[in-house]
């Protein structure tokens, strides 16, 4: 909030005497307005309505002050967004009856925004509350309270009515001068049970817990009703809840105010030292802050570096967690035992799944309640393998998770007992006993460490010769089919084991496959460190095998562009292959294009985009990449779609590299998919930058029509989207192979300049393989 020293109290002291006597000082008539500089004054002189400037700033506004107080203290803005730029402003009660703010040129710049008024029946009161109240006599119609600024005052409501999507919050400044509309918000959420949040535009910035009837258990400080004053009301019935404060000392000069940098601090006047001392603030560590510590990551300001993962737990990203980023947060290092159950079959069951008890916490966000007892919760939440951590209050009752447990916090006094689900391996065992263990470590200590020693330097050697054979002969393997290519070695790539991709999918479940291809079915998953990839298993009845593993091996791992899917390593075990990629969002182009329901997100400019994208991707593999690539399938479920829908060109299991003076090769097994070969790779098996040029005109011509090629086998019309392409383009008609989501709503001169020139090439591209 703004703050100077200014002739703001003679202005408003002399207003006491401006109106005429028998009319009151504190309301605004049809026939009483307020001009740049008048006031008027609540009735016991707590708080006045009139125009004012910032020191910084030569913008008047219209807005509620501290009447009494020698610091320039605004509550409550109007024209927020909209400064008048002169002293010609006028604040009054329109014809309508809504109070309106007009500038010298009668052009409205804030408007109470009431319907269905009755003209000149209207009157705007400032009460000593510091609200301003519209009224018609009997009702209230409209108060600044229910259209705060960034002031909490004694008796504002902070509200939410879930089935009317109304909300009142209060909204930050821009800066301490600037009182238009800021990043941050403070409002009342139902999480499942009340919290008050506190927003970064759309972003969850901080949250003060659930309401227990007497306090918001994620603030610490936080007492009682009786002692902070706020209370929380609600009706589940009409899904509305508002909450409030107020002080039994009604001398107090106190309010809360959410500053322009998200925070919300408690603000009381200090007569003595004639200014105000901020006595509370929301985020009074960087804790305070939301999800700080990612997923199952805990948060204690006492420690340094404050963020822990919880017991059980280890940072997906280690070298981002080095460098204070601990977004990324934590993952499970030991599967849940029901969870290993399900996995193989055996049905959910409570295993040997125990809790960790972590005491004084603030409770992770997003809790599902239940009217349970305390004794109740642990064999409720045993019985859910999706259960994840439990905790109960007296005033809520059993609170559970099933997913990530986020902005989960240490506290010092106060706080909620939660208990973390953990296998039993993780658990303490045998507290009982440690005095006998302690002793027996102590006596056999040097024994131990001893022969621990020499078992690890040997096991260590062995492993080492054993993974050194391991990766000798995959590579021989991968060499031998690279030297016959182009006589290179391939080191460089990195190898995972089995037991790491099974664990990154979830043990291949089912509900994190992909999609399956004619290489075998391909599962979404997450490494240690928190990187997302895509798992390319080889399936065993696949008609592919290892030469067209270890050729994708070969092709990929040695191509770099921005529109070529990237290969992050492979893994090659028994009769385990498999393939492991980065994890592309969107799934395939095919997904998108031929699907009705998702068709309209491609409009014409990302379709355009793609284009561009896979001519760059396939331009690098023909001419600027070291090696010339050729493709041989090339198809709209091929491309890849990263989270901006940007194209990348997949699947080089059937690709072929050429020599630098090879430009043609001939196969006795063609490979591909028909509909997108040329005729003489399709007919003779011979294939060169020609093929993949002709499966680019194919798609380029899908992609346009949002229509598969192979859609048209039987068709009246042709037999291929190409020869349908054909007969429009001889008849001078083109605009019948354009999707019609692109013809009904994008169709301007630029894009028909584009659809026109794409159709073009494409077609170009069909006729030059046909040569």
Not at 258 to 284: E, F, H, M, T
Not at 531 to 548: D, F, N
Request: with cysteine; charged share 20%; aromatic share 12%.
């Amino acid at each position: 909030m703004g703050k100077t020293i200014s002739c703001s109290v003679l202005l408003a002291l002399i207003s006491r005497f401006y109106f005429p006597f028998g009319t009151a000082l504190d309301t605004i008539t049809a026939s009483k307005s307020i001009k740049d500089p008048d006031v008027i004054i609540s009735q016991s002189g707590v708080f006045r309505l009139g125009f004012f400037s910032f020191a910084n700033s030569s913008n008047r506004y219209v807005g509620i002050l501290y009447n009494q107080i020698p610091i320039q203290t605004v509550v409550w803005v109007a024209n927020k967004n909209k400064p008048l730029k002169d002293f010609s402003g006028i604040l009054k009660i329109s014809d309508d009856g809504n109070l309106v703010v007009l500038n010298g040129k009668a052009e409205i710049l804030w408007l109470s925004k009431v319907k269905n008024l009755v003209p000149n029946a209207t009157t705007a009161q400032l009460l000593d509350s510091g609200n301003l109240v519209l009224n018609n006599g009997v009702n209230s119609l409209w108060e600044s309270f229910q259209d705060p600024s960034n002031a909490f005052l004694e008796t504002m409501k902070i509200s939410t009515d879930v089935k009317k999507s109304r909300k009142v919050e209060i909204k930050s400044w821009k800066s301490p001068d600037d009182p238009s509309d800021g990043n941050f918000s403070l409002s009342l959420e139902h999480f499942n049970i009340p919290e008050s949040a506190i927003w970064n535009n759309n972003q969850l910035y901080y949250r003060s817990g659930p309401w227990n009837g007497q306090s918001f258990i994620g603030v610490m400080n936080m007492n009682t009703v009786y002692l902070d004053g706020f209370y929380l009301v609600s009706d589940d019935k009409q899904q509305t809840y508002y909450f409030t404060y107020q002080y039994s000392n009604n001398s107090w000069s106190l309010h809360y105010e959410l500053d322009s940098q998200g925070n919300l601090i408690g603000r009381q006047w200090d007569a003595g030292k004639g200014d105000w001392i901020n006595w509370y603030a929301v985020l009074q560590t960087d804790c305070n802050v939301y999800g700080k510590c990612g997923p199952f990551g805990m948060c204690d300001p006492t420690k340094r570096p404050i963020c822990s993962c919880l017991k059980g737990f280890k940072p997906r990203n280690r070298e981002e967690w080095s460098r204070g980023n601990w977004s990324s947060g934590c993952f499970r290092t030991t599967l849940l035992q029901c969870q290993r159950d399900n996995n193989n079959g055996s049905g959910a069951g409570q295993g040997d799944d125990g809790f960790l008890k972590l005491k004084m916490m603030k409770v992770p966000a997003f809790p599902d309640r239940s009217s349970l007892i305390n004794g109740d919760c642990k064999d409720q939440c045993l019985k859910n393998c999706s259960c994840v951590a439990y905790a109960y209050d007296d005033g809520i009752g059993c609170m559970f998770w099933g997913g990530d447990l986020i902005d989960v916090q240490k506290f010092s006094t106060r706080g909620v007992d939660l208990y973390i689900r953990l296998p039993s391996s993780e658990l303490d065992k045998g507290k009982s006993n440690t005095v006998i263990v302690i002793t027996t470590v102590i006596a056999g200590i040097l024994v131990i460490t001893i022969s621990a020693l020499f078992l690890w330097c040997r096991m260590a050697k062995q492993r080492g010769n054993k993974m050194s054979f391991r990766r000798n002969k995959i590579w021989r393997q991968i060499e031998d089919v690279e030297e016959n290519l182009i006589g290179a070695k391939l080191q460089q790539l990195p190898l995972f084991n089995f037991e790491e991709l099974a664990t990154a999918t979830d043990n291949f479940h089912h509900t994190k496959k992909l999609g399956q291809g004619g290489f075998g079915p391909v599962y979404r998953g997450t490494l240690d460190d928190g990187k997302e990839i895509a798992v390319k298993r080889l399936s065993k009845a696949s008609g592919q095998g290892l030469e067209e593993f270890m050729n994708e091996v070969v092709v990929i791992s040695k191509l770099q562009h921005r529109n070529l899917v990237k290969l992050f390593g492979c893994c090659v075990e028994g009769e385990e292959k498999m393939l492991v990629y980065e994890y592309m969002p969107n799934k395939s182009l095919d997904s998108f294009l031929f699907d009705p329901a998702k068709q309209d997100v491609l409009n014409w400019r990302k379709r355009f985009n793609i284009i561009e994208g896979i001519s760059r991707g396939l331009l690098y593999l023909h001419r600027d990449s070291r090696l010339k690539i050729i493709h041989r399938d090339l198809k709209a479920s091929n491309i890849l779609l990263d989270q901006e829908l940007n194209p990348k060109i997949s699947d080089f299991g059937t690709a072929r590299i050429f020599r630098v003076n090879e430009n043609q090769a001939n196969t006795k097994r063609v490979i591909g998919t028909y509909g997108y070969m040329s005729p003489e790779y399709a007919m003779q098996g011979q294939f060169s930058e020609r093929s993949d040029v002709f499966s680019f005109g194919v798609l380029l011509l899908e992609i346009v029509s949002g229509r598969r090629n192979t859609s048209f086998y039987n068709n009246q019309y042709a037999l291929s989207l190409l020869g349908y392409a054909w007969k429009l383009w001889n008849k001078g008609n083109i605009w019948g192979l354009v999707d019609k989501v692109i013809l009904e709503f994008e169709l301007d001169s630029k894009n028909e300049k584009e659809i026109r020139r794409c159709i073009h090439v494409g077609l170009l591209c069909s006729r030059i393989c046909q040569r």
